[in-house]
């Protein structure tokens, strides 16, 4: 069964930064894509970052590059991906969702459909 659960979620300024993990069971990291996703009040959901570690890709959304960094580890079979967010906005305030599927960047593409596996979403708030 995969599980994915996202922590680091909160209140910051703008300007500051803060990081995401998303903790998962069931997935390989050779084989499966992880990505972050984000949907604000009355927006829809958009893909923030993705990374396919099998062909090293990583995408980034046009807003938030240069700002958030995606990696990812796997430490005794378990699996972490980060989100690490600098220079926070508060258009950047939403709840973000790490999600998953099987395949990697070179096939497939970092939008919402092809992602199988949803965590429950953390809340970042980012204040003027």
């Known amino acids: 069964e995969v599980q994915l659960v996202e922590s680091g979620g909160g209140l910051v300024q703008a300007g500051g930064s803060l990081r995401l993990s998303c903790a998962t069971s069931?997935?390989?990291?050779?084989?499966?894509?992880i990505g972050w996703f984000r949907q604000a009040p009355g927006k829809e959901r958009e893909a923030v970052a993705c990374l396919s570690n099998s062909d090293g890709i990583t995408d980034y959304a046009d807003s938030v590059k240069g700002r958030f960094t995606i990696s990812g580890d796997d430490t005794k079979n378990t699996v972490t991906v980060y989100l690490q967010m600098n220079n926070l906005k508060p258009e950047d305030t939403a709840i973000y969702s790490c999600a998953a599927f099987e395949g990697n960047l070179t096939d497939y593409v970092c939008l919402a459909p092809w992602f199988d596996f949803w965590g429950q979403g953390t809340q970042v708030t980012v204040s003027p």
């Open positions: 069931g997935l390989s990291f050779d084989e499966d894509t």
